[in-house]
DNA sequence: ACACGATCCTGTAAGC
DNA sequence: TGCTTACAGGATCGTG
């Protein structure tokens, strides 16, 4: 479910429940998700007020005022829920605050990760350190793209993806960017023209803000007590469309590679 | 060094 | 209807 957009609307509905209020209990109720979760994370998090929370590229973090700062990933599958109706075996952490609000973390695949660093050092989180820019940041531009793709063969869809390049990107908001952009999925990345490049970070721009604005306007859906409606937009122009037209009249296609489905139309994407 | 496929896990939906 | 298969928004690891 979470990119960039996702992430960057769940960090914001969690930060109505939980800034501010304290942690009266913190219940891990397993191990592991895809890597094991600190034992001593209930310890460190108990009675702990929370400060602040944040993103940084597909990662939530959540600073309490003991210089402890918690921090998730979502994987494929993840999402926090706010007072749901019952815990399932799919409930990986419980968060109860001084407010009386319950928070689960939800995820059926545990592709996701928790993990808690000292605040003053989350930016040598391990992930962090070899992280390319935020898309929606001041380092991200089309002069940027070119020094970070020349020389490289991949596909620019491969190399979009590739967190090392640009950080938060996922497979829904690459094929859109691209289809924007008019860039073909298996275009050389080391052979894109600036002016396109230029074209490609202002589409990559545009698609990101279009779909946090449109998760702001399903917070209240996302913040429900069930948690079962969607919180982002659906307004995709080529994801999950074969078949169906494109904005040129152009029918969209689907490719596979590396099992992961590309859409894209090639009648405008060159 | 780089590029690519396989892999972790479960749920859902399509196909026979 | 019921069983089997394909596929899913991520990221890492091993291999060639």
Redesign the pocket.
């Known amino acids: 479910?979470?990119?960039l957009p996702?992430v960057e609307t769940t960090v914001a509905g969690l930060r109505s429940v939980l800034e501010g209020t304290v942690l009266t209990r913190v219940e891990p109720r397993r191990a592991d998700l895809?890597f094991p979760i600190p034992v001593d994370l209930r310890q460190r998090l108990t009675g702990a007020t929370v400060t602040s929370l944040a993103r940084r590229?597909?990662y939530g973090l959540i600073e309490t005022d003991r210089g402890d700062t918690l921090i998730f990933?979502l994987?494929?599958?993840g999402r926090w829920r706010i007072d749901p109706a019952e815990i399932g075996?799919?409930d990986h952490l419980l968060l109860e605050t001084s407010d009386g609000h319950l928070l689960s973390l939800n995820d059926?695949?545990?592709?996701g990760s928790l993990d808690l660093v000292r605040s003053d050092a989350w930016q040598a989180y391990a992930?962090f350190t070899r992280m390319g820019p935020e898309p929606l940041g001041p380092e991200f531009s089309a002069a940027y793209l070119a020094r970070a793709l020349q020389g490289?063969?991949?596909?620019i869809k491969?190399a979009l993806?590739d967190?090392r390049i640009v950080s938060g990107l996922?497979?829904?908001y690459v094929c859109e960017a691209l289809n924007m952009a008019r860039i073909s999925p298996t275009r050389e990345a080391g052979r894109i023209s600036r002016a396109r490049l230029g074209l490609l970070t202002d589409a990559i721009r545009e698609v990101l803000t279009a779909a946090i604005a449109a998760g702001g306007s399903t917070l209240r859906d996302y913040a429900r007590p069930d948690g079962e409606l969607?919180y982002?937009s659906k307004q995709w122009r080529v994801y999950g469309r074969e078949g169906e037209s494109c904005a040129c009249g152009g029918v969209i296609r689907r490719r596979?590679?590396?099992?992961?489905?590309t859409f894209y139309c090639p009648k405008c994407q060159k």
């Open positions: 479910m979470p990119e996702e895809r590229a597909k990933h994987g494929m599958s075996a799919h059926p695949r545990r592709f992930p490289k063969s991949t596909s491969a993806l967190q996922g497979n829904i969607g982002f596979v590679d590396g099992g992961r489905s």
